[in-house]
């Protein structure tokens, strides 16, 4: 059975045929606005709270749960109802609480860095197994207000677009939140990137880029001998030139394989055209993937090197390390098959 935020606000209108006009109402404002689970909503009756919570069960089962960072990062392993399971990954900044969400169980892109990639594919998620992720985070981490949402977990979004794009629309038109607080992560699926600028969906596009030569990114991504950097060039332009939104390219900095001088003038040469910036990224050890992340002298120097080339660039901030939450460690038992991810979070 699906849970309660499968439906769309249609959806739940006929769900509560029969009661009066207003209920439906006070369940939208409950599950959208005050972020309450179905048996929280006190403006309606027991009754049907309890009906409600028995017609559409929730769709995650805490599997575990594990804090670091002084409990600021939070990562849940859930299990779903067919037993696969996918992680989620809560991190509380000084300015804003950002909710890394997973879009698959598992993932088809093959990464040779990317635990995920190795272990395989189990399935799809559905617009209700996301959204309750992003409403679970947004209860846990009252009473701070959840202001960012990432689809940078398990999988990868572009290739569940129906489910990335319904979820995406439903965070801004239910929850209100806005597109510069909405990010989509892909490894580069182009016509999608296309699609996506053509809906004119409130978001911002993230590309996992790791290498801008198309010899070394087909190793790392295998994704790219379908659609090479050239291709991937042209669907960036088509976003910026569409959306007028600028791209981030993502990083992962790998010791002796992207951080090279040669390295940076190659980013340098894909970035600049496309007007956008760079987030550096410091590979997290991961079991499936022996070559060891960049140093952190090496990291300085090449955001330095990236500057002085003219890159906007950062360095993101590594979170939840100690347990397998930072980026490309998220890790989990699917289908009873370890899964690891070395993607996004």
């Not at 006190?42 to 009906?51: G, M």
Request: hydrophobic share 40%; with cysteine.
């Amino acid at each position: 059975m699906p849970c309660v935020y499968q439906l769309s606000r249609e959806e739940l209108d006929a769900a509560l045929t029969g009661e009066p006009r207003y209920r439906a109402d006070q369940v939208f404002q409950g599950l959208w606005r005050d972020n309450q689970a179905v048996g929280e909503i006190s403006t309606i009756p027991k009754a049907l709270r309890e009906r409600l919570g028995s017609e559409f069960p929730s769709s995650l089962e805490v599997a575990h749960e594990v804090a670091s960072d002084l409990g600021s990062t939070r990562k849940w392993v859930f299990r779903l109802a067919d037993g696969a399971t996918i992680e989620t990954v809560l991190m509380a900044y000084a300015d804003r609480v950002t909710v890394c969400v997973s879009s698959q169980a598992g993932c088809a892109m093959g990464c040779t860095f990317c635990a995920t990639g190795q272990a395989g594919f189990s399935r799809q998620l559905s617009v209700g197994e996301v959204l309750e992720q992003v409403a679970f985070a947004a209860r846990a981490a009252a009473p701070r207000r959840l202001s960012n949402v990432v689809f940078m977990g398990m999988g990868e979004p572009l290739a569940n677009y129906a489910v990335t794009s319904t979820v995406v629309k439903r965070l801004h038109d239910y929850r209100g939140m806005s597109a510069r607080h909405l990010t989509v992560s892909t490894v580069g699926v182009a016509p999608a990137i296309e699609r996506l600028a053509d809906e004119g969906l409130p978001l911002t596009l993230a590309v996992s880029l790791h290498a801008a030569n198309n010899e070394t990114r087909n190793e790392l991504v295998p994704l790219n001998k379908k659609y090479p950097l050239e291709r991937l060039a042209t669907a960036c332009h088509y976003w910026f030139d569409t959306t007028s939104r600028r791209v981030s390219l993502e990083w992962a900095l790998i010791d002796g394989v992207n951080d090279t001088d040669r390295a940076a003038e190659e980013l340098a040469a894909f970035a600049l055209p496309l007007h956008a910036h760079v987030n550096l990224i410091p590979l997290n050890p991961t079991p499936g993937f022996l070559v060891m992340g960049t140093s952190s002298r090496r990291v300085f120097e090449f955001r330095t090197l990236l500057e002085d080339l003219g890159v906007n660039v950062t360095v993101r901030q590594t979170r939840g390390r100690s347990i397998d939450a930072a980026c490309g460690q998220l890790a989990a038992v699917t289908n009873g098959k370890q899964r690891v991810s070395l993607r996004r979070s």
